[in-house]
């Protein structure tokens, strides 16, 4: 079983929907949670990070965290063709001499079609 | 402010011939990353630096050298480079709090042929 997984995608939606990405985590000790965008090309680029059970909003992202279920998901209103990326999502973990790895899914790719 | 800064963008290399990949950061961060990117591989850590003075190895790390030069500086080295290097490599920086993320350069494009 991977860490992190993620569905590869494409997950493709129309302009002005809701986009709902998905990631399952393995180490039930993970702390945080993070979603990166990375543009064809480009390199990664922080979204949001959640640590809490619960919803957390920012502008048109929602992060939602469920620790029991160990499930982070982002949610990504209004969808427009600009999202169009992939989205990574990373989770944050302790290891047994005390360094705080980050480990990343292998990403969605999204495609919003106008 | 300039974040994380990669040097070079772009290389290509012939089997056997060494380089180094240069990083450095302005955010005055305490770890420092190493990671490749190969399609439906995901990032993999290859080394990091918890802080100034200490290297330890990732997932990835055979192949590889690192060299934490100072508090700003983190170095990748190739030293006998082959084909199965080549990828995208990205150096990241972070404080080691769990709420803190780490912050990408824009990326080395290594080919080897």
């Known amino acids: 079983q991977k860490e992190v997984e993620q569905n590869s995608g494409p997950l493709s939606v129309p302009e002005g929907a809701i986009a709902s990405l998905n990631c399952t985590y393995s180490d039930r000790g993970s702390q945080s949670f993070f979603w990166y965008r990375q543009y064809s090309g480009k390199s990664p680029e922080l979204i949001m990070f959640i640590y809490s059970n619960g919803d957390k909003e920012d502008g048109r992202f929602t992060a939602q965290l469920n620790k029991a279920s160990q499930y982070v998901s982002l949610l990504i209103r209004d969808s427009q063709p600009s999202d169009s990326a992939t989205y990574l999502c990373a989770v944050k973990s302790i290891t047994n001499t005390g360094f705080q790895k980050l480990v990343f899914g292998t990403g969605t790719r999204l495609l919003v079609s106008p | 402010n300039a974040g994380v800064t990669q040097t070079p963008k772009f290389q290509v290399l012939k089997t056997g011939q060494s380089m180094t990949l240069q990083c450095a950061q302005d955010m005055n961060h305490n770890s420092m990353y190493w990671y490749r990117q190969d399609p439906g591989m995901g990032l993999r850590l290859i080394y990091y630096s918890a802080s100034e003075g200490t290297t330890d190895k990732g997932e990835v790390p055979n192949g590889y050298n690192v060299s934490r030069l100072n508090k700003r500086e983190f170095s990748l080295r190739l030293e006998s480079a082959a084909p199965s290097q080549t990828s995208v490599y990205f150096c990241?920086?972070?404080?080691?709090?769990?709420?803190?993320?780490?912050?990408f350069g824009d990326g080395t494009r290594l080919s080897i042929l």
């Open positions: 990241a920086s972070g404080d080691r709090e769990p709420n803190q993320p780490q912050h």
